[in-house]
């Protein structure tokens, strides 16, 4: 009986073996269900339940490399406790800077007003949020007064980059302090050096935009108005008076002694007066042009006679060594029409009533 198989029992024992087998779930869908209970996913994966939590923006939209301490305030009351020796620092690099013209044509009184203006501006934006972004408002007053300087040397003759240059030196002086003060601690040093280069580079892009647009419609305005900005005027028989206005560069230069050379030969004449009242800058440039028109003149049998060279044109050229032997000057208008008289053999004298 042991080893006998009852072909009764055997048919139902394989019917449940095979029911049990198709019901029975497998392995890793017991495992995912397991998993995706928040019980057992603290257990199996480590996860917490909650959400995580959002990200934080910054609002300033900055990001800060410091460490420790405020790099804003830091550089801020840098500039207010060394202002005065920074400004004299700075005029001293613009006035070594190679090619420079800023000594020769500002005085140091007034360059020294304009530097330390912009250094107390300077520190008020340092004070803002955004102080490596001269778009905030707090960094405004430094840019008006940027704006104001560049119209100030357009119309007195600079060149762009004489402008951009005279901002850029602020840089080596601002560097000497920071090295001062935070030659020790190298990584402020470093995040003080590339927010100072940051701002410096937007204000001298400031001057260089502004520069470029008042230079654009000084020279537009005048081109517009070439012919009646200088005129050739027949005061006396033989005698030409050419008023000068505005900035004389070489195509103006150009055209000013075409003007006088042609109606010099139509007129027969043998003295022009050459005013230089209304011209806002009188520098080397300027005074090759004039003594080029003056020797031009001569070659035709006129003499010229230049009159309104103002005290500081005098002094400005003095200093750059123009020389200016060849030119027959007089102080005013008035004397300089009667010194034409006399070349023309004319006495000027009062009628009494």
Same mark, same amino acid.
């Given at each position: 009986m042991r080893g006998r198989e009852n072909?009764?029992?055997?048919?139902?024992?394989?019917? /449940?073996?095979?029911?049990?087998?198709?019901?029975? /779930?497998?392995r890793r869908d017991i495992f995912a269900d397991a998993c995706r209970r928040p019980s057992h996913r603290k257990q199996v994966r480590g996860i917490s339940s909650q959400p995580p939590e959002p990200v934080k923006e910054n609002p300033t939209g900055r990001t800060s490399t410091m460490v420790s301490g405020r790099l804003d305030q830091t550089i801020s009351e840098l500039i207010e406790t060394h202002k005065v020796e920074l400004a004299a620092d700075w005029i001293e690099r613009i006035k070594a800077h190679p090619g420079g013209r800023t000594m020769d044509l500002i005085d140091r009184d007034t360059l020294t007003r304009e530097t330390r203006a912009l250094l107390e501006a300077l520190a008020t934006g340092f004070r803002s949020e955004s102080y490596d972004n001269i778009e905030h408002p707090e960094f405004a007053e430094a840019v008006r007064l940027l704006k104001d300087l560049s119209t100030s040397r357009a119309q007195r003759g600079?060149?762009?980059?004489?402008?951009?240059?005279?901002?850029?030196?602020?840089?080596?002086?601002?560097?000497n302090i920071l090295q001062s003060e935070?030659?020790?601690?190298?990584?402020?040093?470093?995040?003080?050096?590339?927010?100072?280069?940051?701002?410096?580079?937007?204000?001298?892009?400031?001057?260089?935009?502004?520069?470029?647009?008042?230079?654009?419609?000084?020279?537009?305005?005048?081109?517009?108005?070439?012919?009646?900005s200088t005129p050739v005027v027949s005061i006396w028989?033989?005698?030409?008076?050419?008023?000068?206005?505005?900035?004389?560069?070489?195509?103006?230069?150009?055209?000013?002694?075409?003007?006088?050379?042609?109606?010099?030969?139509?007129?027969?004449?043998?003295?022009?007066?050459?005013d230089l009242t209304a011209v806002p800058a009188f520098d080397t440039r300027v005074a090759?042009?004039?003594?080029?028109?003056?020797?031009?003149?001569?070659?035709?049998?006129?003499?010229?006679?230049?009159?309104?060279?103002?005290?500081?044109?005098?002094?400005?050229?003095?200093?750059?060594?123009?020389?200016?032997?060849?030119?027959?000057?007089?102080?005013?208008?008035?004397?300089?029409?009667?010194?034409?008289?006399?070349?023309?053999?004319?006495?000027?004298?009062?009628?009494?009533?």
């Amino acid at each position: 009986m042991r080893g006998r198989e009852n072909p009764d029992i055997a048919p139902v024992f394989a019917s /449940r073996l095979a029911r049990d087998h198709c019901e029975r /779930r497998p392995r890793r869908d017991i495992f995912a269900d397991a998993c995706r209970r928040p019980s057992h996913r603290k257990q199996v994966r480590g996860i917490s339940s909650q959400p995580p939590e959002p990200v934080k923006e910054n609002p300033t939209g900055r990001t800060s490399t410091m460490v420790s301490g405020r790099l804003d305030q830091t550089i801020s009351e840098l500039i207010e406790t060394h202002k005065v020796e920074l400004a004299a620092d700075w005029i001293e690099r613009i006035k070594a800077h190679p090619g420079g013209r800023t000594m020769d044509l500002i005085d140091r009184d007034t360059l020294t007003r304009e530097t330390r203006a912009l250094l107390e501006a300077l520190a008020t934006g340092f004070r803002s949020e955004s102080y490596d972004n001269i778009e905030h408002p707090e960094f405004a007053e430094a840019v008006r007064l940027l704006k104001d300087l560049s119209t100030s040397r357009a119309q007195r003759g600079f060149s762009p980059s004489e402008t951009a240059t005279s901002v850029l030196c602020l840089k080596d002086s601002l560097l000497n302090i920071l090295q001062s003060e935070y030659g020790t601690d190298p990584e402020r040093l470093h995040t003080g050096i590339i927010v100072m280069n940051k701002v410096i580079d937007q204000l001298a892009l400031v001057t260089f935009e502004t520069f470029t647009q008042v230079r654009e419609t000084l020279i537009t305005s005048q081109h517009l108005a070439l012919e009646h900005s200088t005129p050739v005027v027949s005061i006396w028989e033989g005698m030409l008076l050419m008023p000068l206005m505005g900035i004389i560069d070489t195509q103006r230069a150009q055209q000013i002694i075409e003007n006088l050379l042609d109606t010099i030969v139509s007129t027969g004449s043998r003295v022009a007066i050459l005013d230089l009242t209304a011209v806002p800058a009188f520098d080397t440039r300027v005074a090759q042009h004039i003594i080029k028109t003056v020797s031009a003149a001569k070659m035709l049998g006129a003499d010229v006679i230049v009159t309104g060279i103002s005290p500081d044109a005098a002094q400005t050229l003095t200093k750059l060594g123009v020389d200016l032997s060849i030119l027959d000057t007089c102080g005013g208008l008035i004397s300089g029409v009667a010194a034409g008289y006399q070349r023309l053999g004319k006495e000027v004298r009062d009628i009494g009533d």
